[in-house]
């Protein structure tokens, strides 16, 4: 399978076109759309929209996840101006781009009932309907409790 990535001006992925045909297309489809087009099969890494073609390192970059971040051109791979924490589980933490710091997330440990529960909300109406379903520490670990 061949996959074409047609790019703005800028570089960006803009459209994704699939096919199966053994030759390569990649002149006929950039003629056809005036627009620049890419082509990769399918045993490499898949770009997805949005992604950037970059000519000087030969290869899609992700979207930038924070202005503040900068392309690591040996992995490929954006990195925040300042590490992770080291010595804690790193899955808890987000970066924060006001304050280009990382900040620990709260981590929530609700009993199986309470998580459930919690599951099935998808507004803050149904979140008050329920909230008096939900054990004492849920509604608190919650910010629920007053």
Known sequence: ????????????????????HSEDLTNQYSQLRDQRCIKRSDTEDLPGLGYTYKDDLETFVK????PSWTL??????????KDK????????????????????????????????????ISSLEELEAIKDQ?????????????
């Open 72 to 81: 690591n051109a040996e992995t490929k791979e954006w990195e925040a101006p």
């Open 1 to 20: 399978m061949n996959y074409y990535f047609f790019l703005n001006s800028n570089n960006v992925v803009e459209q994704v076109v699939c096919d199966d």
């Open 85 to 120: 924490p080291a010595d804690t589980d790193a899955e808890y933490y987000s970066w924060d781009e006001s304050n280009l710091s990382w900040t620990k997330n709260t981590r929530l440990n609700l009993s199986q009932a309470d998580a459930d529960l919690v599951a099935t």
């Open 63 to 66: 979207p930038q996840p924070f």
């Open 134 to 146: 939900l054990s004492e520490d849920g509604r608190a670990q919650l910010g629920l409790v007053s």
